[in-house]
C-alpha cells in the first residue's frame, strides 16, 4: 500500500513539473501571442464620437433676440413660456438637422465602403482565376504550394504580431512608407531625441527603415522558432490580415531605373550599372571605379541597356533579379498566401485610408502621404521611343504575370508602335 502511495505521488508531482515545462517553453517562444486567436483591439474613440453627436447647450442670446424683436409688452411670465418654447422648438430643429446630416454621411459612408469593398474582391477574385489556371497566362511558381517555398524567397513578408498583421513589401511601390508604419506599429525602433519608440512614421529616417534586421520576416522565422516555424507561418497567415501594395509593371521598372542608374549610387554601379555598360556598351578600355566618376564622365547605363540586362538568360544564370526589378509575384507569391487587402499606387491615398481602417490602426498611425516624385504612366512612350519593338514585347511577356494578376491593361501604345 505505501509504495502505490508512493508512485501516486511521484505521478503528480512529475505531471507539476512537466506543466512547468510547457508553461516556461511558451513563454520563451513569445507566449501564446505565437497563436493569434484573441479578439481585436477595439477603438477606443467610440464615447468621443457619441458625445459628438450630442447637441450643445443653448445660449440664452436666443432669447435676447427674441424679445428685441416683440413691439408688445409681454407679462414676465408669460414671456418666459414663449421663450422656452421657442428654444426648445429650435433645439428640436437643430437636432433633426443633426440627425439627418449625421444619417447622409453615414450612408456616404456605408457606399462608398460597399464600392472599396467590391474592387477588393474584384481585384482578390482575378488573382485568384489567375492562380487557378483559368487564364491563359502561365507562370514559374503558380502550382506550387507554401510550404514548396525556400526560406530565402519569403525575406519580404514582414510580420507584426501586436496588431496580427503582415505586409509584403514590393520596392517602388510606397515600401518606404508602409515600413515606416509598421515601424509605429510594432514599436521596434526608438527615437534618439525622445528615448522613446517612434510615434510619427515620417519622422524614421528612409536609409534606416530599409535595414532588414529592424523587422521580423518569415525569411527569420527559422532562427527564431526553429522546427516550429512552418507550423507558425501557417496560423500567422490563417489569422492575421495580409496585404500588398502594386504598380503598372513597366512604370514601377521606370522608377527603379531612374532612382537606382539616374543619379550616383555607388551600390547600384559597382554591382549593376558598371556590368550593364560593359555588356551592352561597347565600352573600351576600364570603367571609373566610382559612381561620382562615372556620372561625371558621362559614362552611365542606358534604358535600353538596363532592359537588354533584364532579358539576357545569362543575368538569372549568374542571380536572381534584385527586388527592385523582380516580379512581383516572385516578392509576394499570391498564389500561395491569401491577401486581404491589395493596394495600387495609382490609389494610394484612398487605398491606405481604407487599409488602415481595416486593420483597427487608423487611431494610432497616419499613412505618410507627403509629397512624392511619381513616375507617371504617360511616361512610357518616352522611355521606350528607342527601344525596339521586338525587346519591348520580350519585355512585356516576362512581367505578363503581374500585368494580369493584378488588373494591369496591356500597355498597346507600347507593343504596337
Not at 91 to 120: C, F, I, L, P, Y
Not at 392 to 403: G, N, S, V
Amino acid at each position: 500500500m505505501a509504495m502505490w502511495r508512493g508512485l501516486r505521488v511521484a505521478f503528480v508531482l512529475g505531471s507539476l513539473f512537466m506543466i512547468l515545462l510547457i508553461i516556461v517553453y511558451w513563454d520563451d517562444v513569445g507566449g501564446f501571442t505565437l497563436y493569434p486567436l484573441r479578439e481585436p483591439k477595439q477603438d477606443m474613440h467610440h464615447s468621443d464620437d457619441a458625445q459628438a453627436t450630442t447637441g450643445p447647450p443653448h445660449s440664452a442670446s436666443t432669447s435676447s433676440a427674441f424679445t428685441a424683436s416683440s413691439t408688445t409688452p409681454v407679462p414676465k411670465e408669460k414671456r418666459g413660456g414663449a421663450v422656452e418654447q421657442q428654444v426648445e422648438e429650435e433645439g428640436s430643429d437643430k437636432q433633426e438637422q443633426r440627425k439627418e446630416t449625421t444619417r447622409e454621411d453615414a450612408e456616404e459612408e456605408m457606399s462608398h465602403t460597399t464600392e472599396v469593398g467590391g474592387e477588393q474582391e474584384a481585384r482578390k477574385k482575378r488573382i485568384m482565376d489567375m492562380c487557378s489556371g483559368k487564364d491563359a497566362v502561365d507562370f514559374p511558381g503558380r502550382t506550387r504550394t507554401f510550404e514548396q517555398i525556400p526560406n530565402r524567397e519569403l525575406d519580404h513578408l514582414i510580420v507584426d504580431d501586436t496588431h496580427q498583421i503582415i505586409y509584403c513589401f514590393v520596392p517602388k511601390v510606397a515600401c518606404t512608407n508602409w515600413k515606416r508604419v509598421m515601424v509605429v506599429l510594432s514599436q521596434s525602433l526608438i527615437s534618439p531625441s525622445s528615448g522613446k519608440p517612434y510615434t510619427d512614421p515620417e519622422a524614421i529616417p528612409p536609409d534606416i527603415v530599409h535595414n532588414s534586421t529592424l523587422h521580423l520576416t518569415f525569411a527569420k522565422f527559422w532562427r527564431h522558432y526553429g522546427s516550429l516555424s512552418r507550423h507558425l507561418m501557417a496560423l500567422k497567415l490563417q489569422h492575421y490580415t495580409k496585404f500588398l501594395f502594386v504598380r503598372d509593371p513597366f512604370v514601377r521598372l521606370i522608377s527603379a531605373f531612374r532612382n537606382k542608374f539616374g543619379r550616383p549610387n555607388e551600390d547600384f554601379y559597382r554591382q549593376f550599372g558598371s556590368v550593364m555598360v560593359r555588356r551592352y556598351g561597347n565600352v573600351s578600355g576600364s570603367l571609373p571605379e566610382t559612381a561620382a566618376e562615372a556620372f561625371k564622365a558621362g559614362v552611365k547605363p542606358t534604358f535600353q541597356q538596363f532592359i537588354t540586362y533584364l532579358l539576357d538568360p545569362e543575368t538569372e544564370r549568374e542571380s536572381v533579379f534584385n527586388e527592385h526589378w523582380r516580379q512581383v509575384y516572385r516578392l509576394c507569391h499570391p498564389c500561395q498566401v491569401k491577401y486581404d487587402f491589395i493596394g495600387r499606387l495609382e490609389t494610394l491615398k484612398s487605398d491606405a485610408e481604407q487599409l488602415l481602417k481595416l486593420l483597427k490602426v487608423e487611431h494610432l498611425v497616419r499613412f505618410p502621404l507627403g509629397a512624392r516624385n511619381l513616375t507617371a504612366v504617360s511616361w512610357e512612350r518616352d522611355f521606350f521611343a528607342h527601344i525596339p519593338l521586338t525587346m519591348r514585347r520580350e519585355l512585356y511577356k516576362l512581367y505578363e504575370a503581374d500585368f494580369e494578376l493584378f488588373g494591369y491593361p496591356k500597355p498597346d501604345s507600347v507593343l504596337h508602335q
